[in-house]
């Protein structure tokens, strides 16, 4: 499927499911293009620019925009950077689950562009003994995340 998200930036996807428009919400998509993105490499201290594509879950291309690419004033609509890490997370679970689960708390880090977080021990009961520990542990593994 290829669509337009906005002038100039092309989208193309690919996904494992045969709907009538080739995606399905939840959906594994196989490939993915993205064109006219900021694409941010600590890696290599670069930042700018560019486009990438991805299959089976692989970057298997980059490139990186030269300056007369974006020359129109628009901006990127796109950020594509590693997975941000949060050191400092409040999921409160145990006991405050009426204000967060670990399923909501994962899904929010999710959509952040977080890819891994750290509980902090202030739950009821405290994170201070095994047992507690591994009931977080199955608390987090329940809800589905990829974020760790």
Same mark, same amino acid.
Request: charged share 25%.
């Given at each position: 499927?290829?669509?337009?998200? !906005?002038?100039?930036?092309?989208?193309?996807?690919? %996904?494992?499911?045969?709907?009538?428009?080739?995606?399905?919400?939840?959906?594994?998509?196989?490939?993915?293009?993205?064109?006219?993105?900021?694409?941010?490499?600590?890696?290599?201290?670069?930042?700018?620019?560019?486009?990438?594509?991805?299959?089976?879950?692989?970057? +298997?291309?980059?490139?990186?925009?030269?300056?007369?690419?974006? !020359?129109?004033?628009?901006?990127?609509?796109?950020?594509?950077?590693?997975?941000?890490?949060?050191?400092?997370?409040?999921?409160?679970?145990?006991?405050?689950?009426?204000?967060? +689960?670990?399923?909501?708390?994962?899904? !929010? %880090?999710?959509?952040?562009?977080?890819?891994?977080?750290?509980?902090? !021990?202030?739950?009821?009961?405290?994170?201070?003994?095994?047992?507690?520990?591994?009931?977080?542990?199955?608390?987090?593994?329940? %809800?589905?995340?990829?974020?760790?």
């Amino acid at each position: 499927m290829t669509s337009r998200d !906005a002038p100039g930036r092309l989208v193309t996807r690919r %996904a494992s499911s045969d709907s009538a428009d080739g995606l399905t919400l939840g959906a594994v998509l196989t490939s993915l293009e993205l064109e006219d993105a900021l694409l941010v490499d600590p890696g290599s201290g670069r930042s700018g620019r560019g486009s990438l594509r991805v299959e089976d879950g692989i970057v +298997t291309s980059v490139r990186w925009a030269d300056g007369a690419d974006g !020359a129109d004033g628009t901006e990127p609509v796109v950020v594509v950077a590693p997975g941000f890490v949060d050191l400092h997370a409040h999921l409160r679970e145990p006991g405050g689950e009426d204000a967060e +689960t670990f399923a909501t708390g994962l899904s !929010a %880090a999710a959509h952040g562009g977080f890819t891994f977080v750290c509980t902090m !021990a202030d739950t009821r009961p405290t994170l201070d003994r095994p047992e507690v520990v591994q009931r977080v542990v199955s608390a987090a593994a329940a %809800a589905g995340s990829a974020v760790r």
